[in-house]
């Protein structure tokens, strides 16, 4: 039985491989200034307006690590199956959506203006498979270390990777898609060029990432946005680790 039609669901897989030195489970139920980042990539998402639901997927034993956060615009549904994309086309389907963004929960500012410029743009193009950002000059550009944004693949390009026999890689969605573009009807938006610098870095890894962070939202108060991180990164307080 599926729910009335979404045309966008937000996808955090708390399952995927990570190759950082915790799980991404463990990374997402870690505290900065109060908050899980799961609880930050939930609220972030709830801001942008054209993301229609939350959904945090997973194996079932990991409800009991989710315990302490406040999933309150968010749905918490397990599944038994092995990889990212078969996750993700059985939750489109769950859903009845049209697109899936996939989330990865390692950073506190994710933003919801580039959020909903990629949904935009999905939702204007239903013919394409995947959407997602880009450095023209550098396609190597990693987006997981930048942190800010998610990328998004519609349901018939799930059906794809699934009917092409690439679903059961244990990649995430859109490293799947990227390691398997010319099978794929792909969409790329130029990333902000106050954004594209290899020495920007929002997603928290290390210890020193942590800091960082820490110091971010000192410096940023309440404006959270993409533009005002980009500047306040390349102050000098900011540079340097508490």
Not at 204 to 221: F, I, K, P, Q, S
């Amino acid at each position: 039985m599926t729910t009335s039609p979404r045309q966008s669901v937000a996808l955090i897989d708390l399952a995927v491989e990570s190759h950082a030195s915790r799980p991404r489970w463990e990374t997402a139920t870690r505290r900065l200034d109060g908050l899980t980042l799961l609880e930050w990539s939930i609220r972030r998402l709830a801001e942008a307006t054209l993301v229609d639901a939350i959904v945090i997927t997973g194996p079932s034993n990991l409800r009991s690590s989710l315990a302490n956060a406040c999933l309150c615009h968010a749905r918490w549904i397990p599944s038994v199956l092995p990889t990212p994309s078969q996750r993700a086309a059985e939750i489109a389907d769950a859903m009845n959506a049209d697109w899936m963004l996939h989330v990865h929960p390692g950073c506190p500012f994710l933003d919801p203006a580039l959020i909903d410029r990629l949904v935009a743009r999905g939702l204007s193009q239903s013919q394409c498979d995947f959407v997602g950002f880009s450095v023209p000059a550098a396609p190597n550009f990693s987006l997981q270390r930048l942190g800010l944004v998610a990328e998004m693949s519609s349901s018939t390009g799930l059906s794809k990777i699934l009917e092409e026999g690439l679903s059961e890689d244990p990649m995430d969605v859109p490293q799947l898609v990227r390691l398997h573009q010319d099978a794929f009807r792909c969409m790329w938006i130029p990333l902000p060029q106050q954004l594209r610098s290899d020495s920007l870095q929002f997603s928290l890894e290390t210890e020193e990432d942590w800091d960082r962070a820490g110091t971010y939202m000192e410096l940023v108060g309440e404006d959270i946005s993409w533009q005002r991180l980009a500047a306040v990164a390349s102050h000098p307080r900011a540079k340097t680790p508490r």
